[in-house]
């Protein structure tokens, strides 16, 4: 039996590269709603799906709310929201 052409360091590299990938283009996405729901005046956005752990991290650490939803009726869903986050005090 000859030994694997394709070794675990390599899966992993792999693995880390296509999961920031995903990140990056999931944030863009979410970013997108972010930007058309501020400027039609409103605090919260709702994004059609979960967002990754990495993509909630960042949006947490910029001001955001961030809270993830799954129900049978609409599945699962994400809420971002911004209210209070402009105001000193």
Known sequence: MK???FNAAEAFELAQKRSIDKATEQLS???VYIRRDAECGHFTSSYPAFIMGAVKSLLE???YNVQCYSDQRDGAYTTISWANK???G
Request: no cysteine; charged share 15%.
């Open 29 to 31: 996405k979410v970013l």
């Open 3 to 5: 030994p694997p052409t």
């Open 61 to 63: 650490a910029a001001g």
């Open 86 to 88: 402009g105001l000193k």
